[in-house]
């Protein structure tokens, strides 16, 4: 039976794919096809002849055994094989060929894909916004030929995606999915920002300066606690950057989400008190390092403050630290100085 085997090649070479795919591909395809056809034989392998063109299916019956007192049901023997090619089966081969070819070249395009994104896990990259009529739940963001996904739950709340619109996403994981490769990004990360201080704080690519710890409402405010690595180099001041270039850079990428940055310590009242910020405690009681509890003092006129609209400012000051933080009045713990108790 004839079939283009050269151009067949000649097709999947161009897409990276070498002749011992394409034939070990085809011949599976080509038999389990034959095994479809009527008074197909049980037993059936395919032969490509890439010279000619053509394939042959050799077939074999089944010939029966006598059973014997030692084997009562012996395995049938394979007769001679013999040439059990269709004589209609040309159009049905065509149409499994093409399959085959369409199914590896997919195959080749996902790969492709996979391969390129595998590397970009973890990263920030620019893509379009797309709308999908069929996926409202998600955001589609067109990064070159290839579609990630912006799922809901990755999304900012009160964000809003307009369609043509470009757009920093942080790639949370690429993925094998029943589709080809899925590429899911977030815009409410907390790494989100980390990557986005990078491209403007070339402290942090130099490792004069490293954020320590990020914790974020995404939407509302971000905490950041930096240190610095090398004598002389102010850690705050180089995420601010100069009249505030650099952190105002990166809140123009986040809207209307406020960033506040702290100096990290690995003291815990020291930490604590940063944490608070843009509240001043006058003192930190460690209660306990072993469950890392602790209460900060704050003035009256600065509680509120420190609390923050719907607590925030302490939630984000708790995640930040990984401490619970209890917060009371100076005021009435007049005199009481900052101590450590474990």
Same mark, same amino acid.
């Given at each position: 039976?004839?079939?283009?085997?050269?151009?067949?090649?000649?097709?999947?070479?161009?897409?990276?794919?070498?002749?011992?795919?394409?034939?070990?591909?085809?011949?599976?395809?080509?038999?389990?096809?034959?095994?479809?056809?009527?008074?197909?034989?049980?037993?059936?392998?395919?032969?490509?002849?890439?010279?000619?063109?053509?394939?042959?299916?050799?077939?074999?019956?089944?010939?029966?055994?006598?059973?014997?007192?030692?084997?009562?049901?012996?395995?049938?023997?394979?007769?001679?094989?013999?040439?059990?090619?269709?004589?209609?089966?040309?159009?049905?081969?065509?149409?499994?060929?093409?399959?085959?070819?369409?199914?590896?070249?997919?195959?080749?395009?996902?790969?492709?894909?996979?391969?390129?994104?595998?590397?970009?896990?973890?990263?920030?990259?620019?893509?379009?916004?797309?709308?999908?009529?069929?996926?409202?739940?998600?955001?589609?963001?067109?990064?070159?030929?290839?579609?990630?996904?912006?799922?809901?739950?990755?999304?900012?709340? $009160?964000? =809003?995606?307009?369609?043509?619109? #470009?757009?920093?996403?942080?790639? +949370? !994981?690429?993925?094998?999915? @029943?589709? &080809? %490769?899925?590429?899911?990004?977030?815009?409410?990360?907390?790494?989100?920002?980390?990557?986005?201080?990078?491209?403007?704080?070339?402290?942090?690519?130099?490792?004069?300066?490293?954020?320590?710890?990020?914790?974020?409402?995404? $939407?509302? =405010?971000?905490?950041?606690?930096? #240190?610095?690595?090398?004598?002389? +180099? !102010?850690?705050?001041?180089? @995420?601010? &950057? %100069?009249?505030?270039?650099?952190?105002?850079?990166?809140?123009?990428?986040?809207?209307?989400?406020?960033?506040?940055?702290?100096?990290?310590?690995?003291?815990?009242?020291?930490?604590?008190?940063?944490?608070?910020?843009?509240?001043?405690?006058?003192?930190?009681?460690?209660?306990?390092?072993?469950?890392?509890?602790?209460?900060?003092?704050?003035?009256?006129?600065?509680?509120?403050?420190?609390?923050?609209?719907?607590?925030?400012?302490?939630?984000?000051?708790?995640?930040?630290?990984?401490?619970?933080?209890?917060?009371?009045?100076?005021?009435?713990?007049?005199?009481?100085?900052?101590?450590?108790?474990?």
């Amino acid at each position: 039976m004839e079939l283009d085997l050269n151009a067949m090649h000649r097709l999947a070479a161009e897409q990276g794919i070498d002749a011992e795919t394409l034939d070990n591909a085809l011949t599976e395809a080509l038999r389990l096809a034959y095994m479809k056809t009527p008074h197909a034989a049980k037993h059936a392998r395919i032969e490509l002849d890439d010279r000619a063109g053509t394939f042959t299916v050799w077939a074999q019956d089944e010939i029966p055994v006598e059973p014997t007192e030692d084997d009562p049901h012996p395995a049938p023997k394979l007769g001679e094989e013999y040439d059990d090619t269709p004589r209609d089966f040309g159009r049905l081969a065509a149409a499994t060929a093409r399959q085959v070819i369409s199914q590896l070249f997919r195959k080749a395009e996902d790969d492709k894909i996979f391969g390129a994104f595998s590397g970009q896990r973890g990263k920030l990259i620019t893509g379009v916004v797309q709308q999908d009529a069929k996926d409202t739940a998600n955001v589609h963001i067109a990064v070159g030929d290839v579609e990630a996904i912006l799922p809901r739950r990755e999304q900012v709340p $009160g964000e =809003r995606y307009r369609h043509g619109e #470009r757009l920093r996403v942080y790639v +949370v !994981n690429v993925a094998r999915g @029943l589709k &080809g %490769p899925e590429i899911i990004v977030s815009r409410s990360h907390p790494e989100l920002v980390r990557r986005l201080f990078e491209r403007e704080v070339p402290e942090l690519n130099s490792g004069a300066v490293s954020i320590m710890a990020i914790a974020r409402e995404a $939407g509302a =405010r971000t905490k950041i606690a930096v #240190r610095a690595n090398t004598e002389g +180099v !102010n850690p705050k001041g180089a @995420l601010i &950057g %100069p009249g505030g270039a650099r952190v105002r850079a990166v809140m123009e990428n986040l809207g209307p989400e406020k960033i506040d940055i702290v100096d990290w310590s690995n003291d815990p009242a020291k930490f604590v008190a940063a944490a608070l910020s843009p509240a001043v405690a006058t003192g930190v009681k460690v209660i306990s390092e072993k469950n890392k509890t602790a209460i900060a003092f704050i003035h009256d006129d600065q509680l509120s403050l420190a609390i923050g609209k719907e607590g925030q400012n302490a939630r984000l000051a708790a995640k930040l630290t990984g401490w619970k933080i209890g917060i009371e009045s100076a005021e009435a713990h007049q005199g009481a100085p900052a101590e450590h108790e474990s």
